[in-house]
C-alpha cells in the first residue's frame, strides 16, 4: 500500500488551486498525462451560487467524464489507497456472517450495501477483532470505486503518520496542507480503526479536526472503532452517534473464537499447550513440591470451566505456569471465546515504541484489542524495566480488567512486591476478585538440576534427588 503523501504529492500537486475553480491552471510542469485542472485528483470544486445544491461540494473534473470504464476504475483504485483490499468486496462477504446465522451481522451487511449504493451521512461500524468491519468498510470502498465515485480509505495510524511525516519533512510547507485538505475533503472517506491512537494531544487534534470538518460539511464517511463509539474522547463521539448524521451498527458476538497474539505465541503454538499434556506428577518432587504442582493444575482446570476474575501463577521459571495458561486460553477458544495472549515484556516494547517521538500510534490499537478481548493472558508480567507512561498503560489494562471482571490469567517468576507497582499488586491480590496459586516446584521439563561440584549438598537437597 503506498504512502499516502506520496499518492496526494504525485497525483493531486494542484488540488488546493483546482478546488476553488474550474477554469483554473497549473502554474508549476506538470507531466503530459496529468490534468492540468484537477492536478491528477479526478475531482474540483466549481464555482456555484449559494444556493446551488452542488454549492462548495466536490464535482468529476471533465477528464473524469472523458476516460473509458477500465481506466476510470484504474485510476480510482491508486487514488484510493484501497490496495490489496481490493478483494474485500460484498460478494466475498456472507451476509449472515461465517455462522450463516447472524442476524446482527445480516443487518450490518445491508445497511453496509445500502450506504455503498447511496453514499450519505455517516455508517459507524463497532465490533471487537475478527467482526467483519474492516471488510465490510473496505467493501463500500471497493463498491463505491466501481460505481465510478472517488474514494480514500485510510487506516488512522497510517494517516496520522503520513501527517506527521509530512509535517516533519520541512521541503515543502504546504506538502503538510495538501494532504490534509485532502483527506479532509475527499468525496467518500473511510477511516479504519478509528479508536487505534495514543494520546497524544497533537495526534487526537489532528483526528478530531477531520471528523469536525466532516461533520460540519456532512461529508459521507465510515468509521470503525473496535470500541463502542460513546466511549470514545467526548468530542469523537457526540458526533459520531449523532442520530441526524450517523447510522452505528454493533457487530455484536463478532470476536467470538478469535485469538490475538501479542509476543511469540502463536495460534499454532499455543495449540500444543493442553491440559491433556500436561503432567502433574512429576518424579523426583517432594511431597510439598507435588501437591503445589498438582494444586495449580486443578485450579487452572476449574478456572477453565468457569473464568473470571484473576488467576495469578507464581513460579520460577520453567513450572509450567505459561503451559496451564495456554491450556486455559485454548479451552476459550474451544468454546468460542476471543482470547489475547500477551508477553508482556513485547507489549512494553511496543509502548514504548509508541510513545516515543516521532513514534508511531500502534499502542492505542494494542490496548484496543485487549481490552475487547473475553479472555487476556498476560504472561510473564513485570514492570520495573518500563517507562512510567508503559507502566501507566500496563495498569490501565489490568484496572480495566478489574473493574469489568473480565478473566485474566497472569504468569509471573517474582512475587508480588517485586512489580514496583503497588496499584496492580493490589488488584491482582484483591481476594475478591481473583486468586493467586503459588507453583512451588522446579524446572517443568528439565527438573532438578544438581548443583555446581564445589557446592556440596545439603542434606536437604540430597533426600530431593533421591
Known amino acids: 500500500m503506498k504512502r499516502l503523501d506520496e499518492i496526494v504529492l504525485k497525483t493531486a500537486a494542484n488540488v488546493s488551486s483546482a478546488a476553488t475553480s474550474d477554469t483554473s491552471s497549473s502554474t508549476n510542469s506538470e507531466p503530459e498525462d496529468v490534468c492540468p485542472r484537477c492536478g491528477g485528483a479526478g475531482f474540483v470544486r466549481r464555482k456555484r451560487p449559494v444556493d446551488d445544491p452542488r454549492f462548495g461540494k466536490a464535482e468529476p473534473c471533465d477528464c473524469v467524464l472523458d476516460e473509458t470504464a477500465d481506466v476510470r476504475q484504474a485510476r480510482l483504485e491508486r487514488i484510493s489507497n484501497i490496495g490489496s483490499l481490493t478483494r474485500f468486496t460484498f460478494e466475498t462477504l456472507v451476509p449472515s456472517g461465517r455462522s450463516g446465522e447472524s442476524d446482527w451481522f445480516r443487518r450490518a451487511f445491508e445497511a453496509a450495501r445500502g450506504f455503498a449504493d447511496d453514499p450519505r451521512g455517516w455508517l459507524v461500524l463497532t465490533g471487537a477483532s475478527g467482526s467483519g468491519k474492516t471488510h465490510l468498510a473496505a467493501a463500500i470502498a471497493n463498491e463505491c470505486i466501481a460505481q465510478g465515485q472517488h474514494v480514500l480509505f485510510m487506516v488512522v495510524s497510517d494517516l496520522l503518520d503520513h501527517l506527521r511525516a509530512s509535517y516533519d519533512a520541512g521541503d515543502d510547507e504546504m506538502s503538510f496542507d495538501r494532504l490534509f485538505d485532502q483527506v479532509r475533503n475527499a468525496p467518500i472517506l473511510v477511516l479504519?480503526?478509528?479508536?487505534?491512537?495514543?494520546?497524544?494531544?497533537?495526534?487526537?487534534?489532528?483526528?478530531?479536526?477531520?471528523?469536525?470538518?466532516?461533520?460540519?460539511?456532512?461529508?459521507?464517511?465510515?468509521?470503525?472503532?473496535?470500541?463502542?463509539?460513546?466511549?470514545?474522547?467526548?468530542?469523537?463521539?457526540?458526533?459520531?452517534?449523532?442520530?441526524?448524521?450517523?447510522?452505528?451498527?454493533?457487530?455484536?458476538?463478532?470476536?467470538?473464537?478469535?485469538?490475538?497474539?501479542?509476543?511469540?505465541?502463536?495460534?499454532?503454538?499455543?495449540?500444543?499447550?493442553?491440559?491433556?499434556?500436561?503432567?502433574?506428577?512429576?518424579?523426583?518432587?517432594?511431597?510439598?513440591?507435588?501437591?503445589?504442582?498438582?494444586?495449580?493444575?486443578?485450579?487452572?482446570?476449574?478456572?477453565?470451566?468457569?473464568?473470571?476474575?484473576?488467576?495469578?501463577?507464581?513460579?520460577?521459571?520453567?513450572?509450567?505456569?505459561?503451559?496451564?495458561?495456554a491450556a486455559i486460553a485454548n479451552r476459550a477458544l474451544s468454546d468460542g471465546h476471543s482470547v489475547a495472549f500477551v508477553f508482556v515484556p513485547d507489549l512494553l516494547d511496543e509502548l514504548r515504541s509508541g510513545n516515543r517521538p516521532g513514534g508511531g500510534e500502534e499502542g492505542g490499537g494494542l490496548l484496543a484489542a485487549i481490552r475487547s478481548a473475553e479472555l487476556v493472558v498476560l504472561d510473564d508480567l513485570a514492570t520495573h524495566y518500563a517507562t512510567p507512561w508503559a507502566q501507566e498503560k500496563l495498569f490501565q489494562i489490568v484496572n480495566y480488567r478489574n473493574l469489568t471482571g473480565g478473566p485474566t490469567v497472569v504468569t509471573m517468576d517474582q512475587p508480588l512486591d517485586s512489580l514496583g507497582q503497588p496499584r496492580i499488586a493490589g488488584r491482582l491480590s484483591d481476594p475478591h476478585h481473583g486468586a493467586i496459586v503459588l507453583i512451588n516446584a522446579p524446572h517443568y521439563t528439565l527438573g532438578h538440576q544438581p548443583r555446581p561440584a564445589e557446592q556440596p549438598r545439603t542434606p536437604s537437597r540430597q533426600r530431593r534427588q533421591r
Open 192 to 325: 479504519d480503526d478509528i479508536d487505534a491512537i495514543a494520546p497524544k494531544a497533537w495526534a487526537q487534534e489532528k483526528l478530531f479536526q477531520v471528523v469536525n470538518h466532516r461533520y460540519n460539511a456532512m461529508l459521507p464517511t465510515v468509521y470503525t472503532t473496535s470500541e463502542r463509539p460513546q466511549e470514545l474522547e467526548e468530542r469523537l463521539a457526540t458526533r459520531l452517534c449523532d442520530e441526524s448524521l450517523s447510522q452505528v451498527w454493533v457487530l455484536e458476538g463478532s470476536s467470538k473464537g478469535s485469538y490475538v497474539q501479542i509476543g511469540g505465541m502463536t495460534r499454532e503454538r499455543l495449540g500444543d499447550f493442553q491440559f491433556r499434556n500436561f503432567e502433574p506428577r512429576l518424579p523426583n518432587l517432594t511431597p510439598e513440591e507435588s501437591a503445589s504442582l498438582q494444586g495449580a493444575f486443578r485450579t487452572a482446570a476449574d478456572y477453565a470451566e468457569r473464568p473470571a476474575g484473576f488467576l495469578t501463577l507464581l513460579g520460577e521459571s520453567g513450572c509450567g505456569k505459561t503451559h496451564l495458561a
